[in-house]
């Protein structure tokens, strides 16, 4: 690919999309926002209104088969992902696909094979491991700053009772452990590297077919892990990693720069603390460069398919007690 923007397109005019992924995606450097395609021209427009000349393509396909798009973003609803994904790499599209990236391992396995059929990059929109701070999380463990890891604890929650919103509606892949649940896990497993041994317990509840809260615990080697999603509680949202020889602690670990600032703290057992914060960082802006580095050069993606696919058999196991 030559040095000259990287030109995506959107498929669909998803809310998020205009909030974050757009913004970031005409923000990235070596990136720019070229269209989007949508039935509603209304909805376009206010894409247009930060992404000067944006094109509009009044569906999926034309937008596929646009010659001046080099790479697709995928805001649909999770149940479109890997249908639209794999049509995005048969037209010759890199595509990055907002999580959760398949509804299950399979989903993801057929998305795989297109990838490798294709040759062309494909990858979870697992934006929170582009954020520095996680990244700090992730070097003090590997430093051995907390000595041996003993157990992640993990809570995301939010209230939304819409039974409009995508979020609550089953037949398109709603609920809880999809939504946030990714984060929740997907965390842990990327600061550690680690993948579980087994599940020890997971307790679900229901309403209208979605999973409204979800506590799991999961043995892993060395150390346990407990975390819950809740989508009918209170906001709340932070990670910790307690070792024998101190703590680190993520009080805005998912939405950070929204909930609260991005903060790493690391305690250590003579009752000192050491803050860490980083102001001012969009993590969106973030994984659209690095996907872009991705496509440039020889560099690797830090959230490829295969670590999409490890989070989702996690997903899997503790739906499966539903």
């Not at 992404?51 to 937008?63: E, N, T």
């Not at 999770?78 to 794999?86: A, D, F, M, Q, R």
């Not at 819409?162 to 709603?174: L, P």
């Not at 910790?240 to 939405?255: A, E, K, Q």
């Amino acid at each position: 690919m030559t040095d000259s923007p990287i030109r995506w397109g959107i498929l669909g005019a998803a809310n998020f999309a205009l909030k974050h992924m757009g913004p970031a995606l005409h923000a990235a450097s070596g990136a720019e926002l070229a269209a989007v395609a949508s039935s509603s021209a209304e909805k376009v427009a206010k894409f247009a209104q930060f992404a000067p000349g944006l094109r509009h393509h009044d569906s999926y396909d034309a937008l596929l088969d646009d010659p001046e798009i080099d790479a697709v973003y995928i805001p649909l609803p999770n149940h479109l992902h890997v249908e639209w994904g794999i049509k995005a790499l048969e037209a010759g599209k890199p595509v990055l696909i907002e999580k959760p990236v398949g509804m299950n391992v399979a989903e993801i396995d057929r998305l795989i094979a297109a990838r490798d059929a294709a040759g062309l990059l494909a990858a979870e929109a697992f934006m929170i491991i582009h954020h520095p701070q996680w990244q700090r999380a992730k070097a003090l463990l590997e430093s051995g700053a907390i000595g041996n890891l003993c157990h992640v604890n993990a809570v995301f929650s939010y209230f939304n009772d819409d039974a409009g919103n995508i979020r609550n509606q089953a037949d398109i892949g709603g609920g809880g452990l999809r939504d946030i649940g990714c984060y929740v896990l997907g965390g842990a497993r990327y600061v550690t590297g680690q993948e579980p041994l087994s599940l020890d317990y997971a307790r679900i509840q229901m309403q209208d077919g979605v999973d409204v809260f979800a506590d799991m615990g999961f043995a892993f080697e060395g150390f346990t892990f407990q975390g819950y999603t809740g989508t009918r509680m209170a906001p709340r949202q932070e990670v910790h990693f307690h070792g024998d020889r101190g703590v680190i602690s993520l009080s805005c670990p998912f939405n950070a720069g929204v909930f609260d600032q991005a903060e790493v703290v690391l305690s250590r057992p003579d009752l000192t603390r050491e803050v860490m914060r980083f102001p001012g960082v969009n993590q969106y802006v973030r994984q659209v460069e690095a996907f872009g580095r991705a496509l440039r050069s020889s560099e690797s993606y830090a959230w490829p398919l295969e670590q999409a696919r490890g989070l989702q058999a996690m997903i899997d196991q503790v739906l499966a007690r539903a």
